[in-house]
């Protein structure tokens, strides 16, 4: 049973799925234009604003593991 959630977790942590991360109002505005340049700058920079949060909470989830870890030991 264990082998079989960390197996899960592990295909769970690698499959991706392509996502448009763009409200209806920005993607209103950017389909209209020719380029998709700016289309693609604003995609990649939601993604980037919503990356920050989740890795500084796994950053601190670290450092609380590995304190109460080190105060066992």
Same mark, same amino acid.
């Given at each position: 049973?264990?082998?079989a959630?960390?197996? +899960? ?6 499959? +991706? ?21 700016? $289309?693609?700058g604003?995609? @990649?920079?939601?993604v980037?604003?919503? $990356? ?5 909470? $796994? ?7 590995? @304190?109460?870890? $080190?105060?066992? @030991?």
């Amino acid at each position: 049973m264990k082998k079989a959630l960390i197996f +899960t977790s592990i295909i769970m942590l690698f499959y +991706t799925l392509p996502a448009e991360a763009q409200c209806a109002m920005c993607r209103a505005v950017l389909e209209s234009e020719e380029g998709q340049a700016q $289309a693609e700058g604003i995609n @990649n920079g939601i993604v980037y604003l919503m $990356a920050i949060p989740y890795i500084l909470v $796994a950053g601190i989830g670290i450092l609380i593991y590995r @304190n109460f870890r $080190a105060k066992k @030991n």
